[in-house]
């Protein structure tokens, strides 16, 4: 049981396009979802925090006009990275959270994002 | 700003020694502490959580939690070339989030 997909695992695009990324909790209800984004060799860096129904919060440093975040439904969130550059090339994981965990989450897979 | 530290390594152990792992964090109302496993191009995969104050154990692994010092730490019992990978350190957040260090990058060779 709790297993999060994501998709797609891998994506190249080219600068200044558009790019969604999918975050689904396969067998439970996630109220809440986190996104996080790794550099190579760096840490999980938290960007957002959605809440089913409501709008993310998202960390310091984040542009929210940029990574556009929609959790609308307890078992969808979507990433969306608009007008994509270089330099946000990554690893893009989410994680979700059932109501009643407070900090057990369950990993998504990834996605490899490589802007071009 | 909670900050999680972990040393880098790469930490090298001999196929069936002990692998121990060790994090410091700096927020002291911290109340919730993880340790993830992470392969290569991998998402990471839970470990053990810890909450109180002592050891943890679950088959080959011991969590230790203190928290007068701020540190937690990890033992692997009998290490495998399996469990050669990046071990990250993560604390609980105010929202429920995870702060996670950078990750201690262990090998263990045959």
């Known amino acids: 049981g709790a297993v999060v997909s994501q998709h797609p695992s891998r994506v190249i695009c080219k600068s200044g396009t558009s790019v969604k990324i999918e975050c689904r909790s396969l067998?439970?209800?996630?109220?809440?979802m986190f996104w996080y984004r790794q550099f190579p060799k760096q840490s999980l860096m938290l960007m957002a925090t959605s809440n089913e129904g409501s709008k993310a919060t998202y960390e310091q440093g984040v542009e929210k006009d940029k990574f556009l975040i929609n959790h609308a439904s307890l078992t969808l969130s979507t990433l969306t990275v608009t007008s994509a550059h270089p330099e946000d090339s990554s690893f893009y994981i989410c994680?979700?959270?059932?109501?009643?965990?407070?900090?057990?989450?369950?990993f998504g897979p990834g996605t490899r994002l490589t802007v071009t | 700003q909670k900050e999680v530290e972990q040393n880098s390594g790469p930490l090298s152990v001999p196929e069936g020694a002990i692998a121990s792992l060790n994090c410091t964090y700096s927020?002291?109302?911290?109340?919730?502490f993880f340790w993830y496993r992470q392969y290569s191009g991998k998402s990471p995969e839970l470990i053990m959580f810890i909450y109180s104050n002592g050891d943890k154990e679950d088959g080959r692994f011991t969590a230790q939690l203190n928290k007068a010092s701020q540190y937690v730490s990890l033992l692997i019992r009998d290490s495998q070339p399996s469990d050669s990978a990046t071990y990250l350190c993560a604390v609980g957040g105010s929202q429920g989030n995870l702060i996670f260090g950078k990750g201690t990058k262990l090998s263990v060779k045959p």
């Open positions: 927020d002291r109302g911290s109340q919730s």
């Open positions: 994680s979700a959270r059932s109501s009643g965990q407070i900090y057990e989450q369950y």
């Open positions: 067998d439970f209800q996630a109220t809440t």
